[in-house]
């Protein structure tokens, strides 16, 4: 029986289907602007007898009938272009057949142009160096539709801080989105982040609109991972801490280093050293006990004549040990004496460069330990180490050695106390040599800071008389330094603590080796620039090869020279072929690495560097050459 | 034969397959240096070893002697052979030192022997180097040389450090391979003058020079070179031969990169030939 039922009921919906065609009609798009295109499809189910079809269209104030369409099989197509101004529209077809006068009307189709509408120039900002002042990226959202539009913004990933982050823009309106990327971001690599807004905008994929992809990086600056000597280390000991940038198509300013001290606020470490690429390497003296932090690493450079800055926050942790146990060194002229007070057998090292000696200790108290190293004479850290058997922790102190106008200058520092020194105190070719007083009890270690190479005594003089009177002063100058260069000398005063250029006349008597000149009473001495020595055109003062032979992988060149200039370097081997060249600019006084040499680019034997330094890429006022093995 | 053809064909891709080539001083001669290394396609004698081993093939007995300053004195070199001759063979060897002045970190020495056949217009020779040195445990390779006269012209082709191989005393022991040298040279003999060229078509070398008869006991020699690596290094070199008796002293001095470096890296040679058959 119920087959019978759905048999019939089958067979009647065949007959009525074919008897009468069915109408459906389909507007797209639903939503859109004023002015813009809808397409109107009547689609029937049969098109057998169909006289003609027709779309009846309503609006709020009129009605239209569309005639004439695109018959496409069982398609009839219209294109409608919508009124100008924003309007709700309801549509219907009608089909008219030969054989009645019966028409059918098909469903009742809506579309609307009173729509709340996004417009939005999506943007692609690319940022090829990372700084942690970035620009702030402005987009514009307008609402070019008849009805308020409604919007939040987000982020993916969520670091991108969006402002207004949501909102509401009345019709013809326009609201500025403002865009800043919020992320600490490390140099090398290459992020993206991507501005979305959500609206109420109805149209088809207007919902989700992208505002803009900012891209950072990879930049020109890399920044070599920080190492620290030691993350525990006991009160009145140095940590030492180093780090590299090397960078490309920028100049780096400077760099400063902060950290974070354990009885509050902050000691910090400047560079000044704009360089190709630049090792950077200090101590921390360690003078409380508790928690040391790294806190920031800030770079200054400029790039495309703007100064950028980067900051890094390393967060590294150094733990300050209270302890019975000292270290002392003293510097002298080839030696430096490591002295250590404990109850337990220290164990001693020096890190000379790339080189770690265990040192030899004597005991000459019950609880005094020492050793000797002599030390190279070349500039950089010479850092001694102190470990024992029954604590977990080391003692450190560091001398750092210094060349001064190209010659080994035996000062005994560490960077506790380092005196800043305004940049133009002195003359670019002034050499900085700080003396050391030798007061352990006192940490103020420097006294005073000579731009100067001195030639003679130190003379002061103090007068009572009012007004002030003039001196003649007479100073006995060290011929066998200022021989050839008398014209050269100059007065230099000491005022708080600096000697100043004092701008005196200096008479000079060279048979007497007396140097005279009429000052106010104070303290004065005469003494050479020690530019004086160099020519105009820049100087080699070092060249070196770490290593000579060349077991590792690398080989570093460095050079010293006496003014900024342009290096050039290359590398023959034996059969006089140029196996290798760099060239770069080289920065005054400094130890320059300006070659890292990959061994396995060159078989193992004898080579020779040529290194060669001009005013100008293309010019060569001073040349060095220097052998060196490699010996995979 | 169709084996030993694959054989050799697979030995000589896999000869090829080393990126480096030797790393030596390979011009102890002072009279090559002077004709900008093209000593190839000559018969000199006892200076030929370590350049083109069929060169030895000269008739003559010669005791040969050289010292050179290069880079300003900071590498020198010091090179003595000897060749015998046995009717149409010629043998030879020698001994060079090479070493750097200005730190004492590096020396190596290079033994050779070899000998050559000389027949008509043709001559052919071989020779078996090794080295060893401050660095050096042992190394070893193998130099094949031809030179052929056509009318008055020479040519040359040597196969240069065939199966080289030094082993080195880094820590573990490392044996480098280096990939062989194919030198061609040519020499034109004119009436009034000598032209000499060869190309190094493995190490990018070329030179060319020429040999100037002044008087019978003074010859001027002209040469240029080039170089091709990382970067072109160029040589114009001059020199010459004075011979007296069973003796020959040659001299020559090389502005290497000379628009550059002034004549700061230029090298400079003596040499010393004994000639044995001459004296007796």
Known sequence: ?632 | MKKIVILSFILLIGVFSFSYTLNEFNEPSTFSRAIGGAIYPLYEGAQCITYNPAGMANGKDEAFFSHTEHFLGVIRNEFLSMTFKVKRFSFGASIQYTYPTDEELYNQYKLTFGGAYKFQNYSLGAELNAWNGSDIREGHSLDIGTILKFNNVNFSLTAKNLFASITWNSSPLEVERYSPEFVMGAAYFGSKFTASSYLNLSSKEFGIGTIFPVTDFLQALAGYKMTLSKSFSKELSFGMRISYYDFILDLSYVFKDAFKYGDSISPFYISLTYDFTKGV
């Open chain 1, 1 to 632: 029986m119920k087959r019978a039922i759905f048999t019939f009921l089958f067979v009647l919906t065949c007959v009525i289907s074919f008897s009468f065609p069915l109408a459906t009609l389909s507007i797209t798009p639903t939503y859109l602007l004023p002015g813009e295109n809808a397409k109107f499809v009547v689609t029937l189910s049969s098109t057998q007898d169909v006289k003609y079809v027709v779309v009846k269209l309503f609006d709020s104030s009129s009605t239209s009938t569309l005639y004439n369409p695109v018959i496409s099989g069982k398609n009839y197509i219209w294109n409608y272009v919508t009124s100008k101004s924003p309007k709700d529209y309801k549509a219907l077809a009608e089909v008219f057949f030969n054989s009645t006068s019966t028409e059918i009307v098909s469903n009742v189709a809506t579309f609307t142009t009173n729509i709340p509408a996004a417009s939005v120039n999506s943007t692609i900002i690319y940022n090829q160096f990372i700084t942690n002042n970035p620009p702030t990226t402005e987009v514009s959202v307008n609402n070019v539709g008849s009805k308020v539009l409604e919007f939040t913004t987000y982020s993916s990933p969520s670091e991108l801080k969006i402002s207004p982050s949501k909102g509401e823009i009345e019709s013809g309106q326009t609201c500025k989105l403002k865009i800043t990327v919020n992320a600490s971001l490390v140099p090398g690599q290459i992020y993206t982040f991507d501005a979305y807004a959500i609206t109420n905008d109805p149209r088809k994929d207007m919902k989700k609109l992208l505002l803009a992809r900012i891209l950072e990086g990879p930049d020109g600056l890399v920044i070599s991972p920080i190492t620290i000597s030691s993350t525990r280390a006991s009160v009145g000991s140095d940590v030492n801490f180093n780090f590299s940038i090397f960078h490309s198509g920028i100049t780096v300013k400077d760099v400063t280093v902060m950290w974070s001290l354990p009885q509050g606020g902050e000691k910090t470490f400047s560079y000044y050293l704009p360089s190709n690429s630049a090792h950077f390497s200090s101590a921390l003296r360690l003078n409380s006990a508790g928690e040391y932090e790294l806190s920031t690493v800030k770079i200054s450079y400029i790039y495309q004549n703007e100064v950028k800055t980067l900051c890094l926050f390393p967060k590294i942790k150094v733990e300050a040990l209270s302890s019975s146990k000292e270290m002392n060194l003293n510097v002298e002229k080839d030696d430096v004496i490591v002295k250590v007070m404990s109850k337990s057998t220290p164990t001693i090292y020096v890190e000379d460069g790339e080189n770690k000696t265990k040192l030899s200790i004597i005991r000459p108290s019950p609880s005094t330990w020492t050793a000797s190293y002599n030390y190279s004479k070349i500039a950089g850290p010479l850092t001694f180490y102190a470990t024992f058997a029954d604590v977990n922790y080391v003692l450190s102190k560091t001398v750092n050695r210094y060349l001064a106008n190209g010659e080994m200058t035996n000062f005994s520092f560490d960077d506790e106390g380092w005196l800043t020194i305004a940049k133009d105190t002195f003359s670019s070719t002034s050499v900085i040599a700080l003396f050391y007083e030798g007061n352990e009890e006192n940490l103020s270690y420097y006294s005073a800071y000579n731009p100067f190479m001195p030639v003679s005594d130190v003379v002061t003089v103090a007068s009572g008389a009012t007004p002030a009177k003039k001196f003649i002063y007479h100073l006995r100058i060290n011929t066998a330094i200022v021989n050839g260069f008398y014209d050269k000398l100059k007065i230099y005063k000491e005022e708080n603590g600096k000697w100043i250029n004092d701008g005196a006349t200096p008479i000079v008597t060279p048979g007497e080796s007396m140097v005279s000149f009429k000052e106010n009473e104070g303290t004065y001495t005469v003494g050479i620039s020690p530019n004086v020595s160099s020519s105009t055109t820049p100087k080699i003062n070092s060249f070196v090869i770490m290593p000579r032979k060349a077991i590792g992988k690398t080989v570093q060149f460095f050079i010293s020279v006496d003014k900024d200039c342009y290096y050039k370097l290359e590398i023959y081997d034996m059969r006089s072929r140029i196996v290798d060249t760099q060239s770069g600019r080289a920065i005054k006084n400094l130890g320059n690495l300006i070659y890292t040499l990959d061994t396995n680019t060159l078989p193992n034997g004898l080579y020779v560097a040529i290194i060669s330094v001009g005013s100008s890429p293309n010019e060569i006022s001073d040349k060095r050459i220097e052998s060196f093995s490699i010996v995979k």
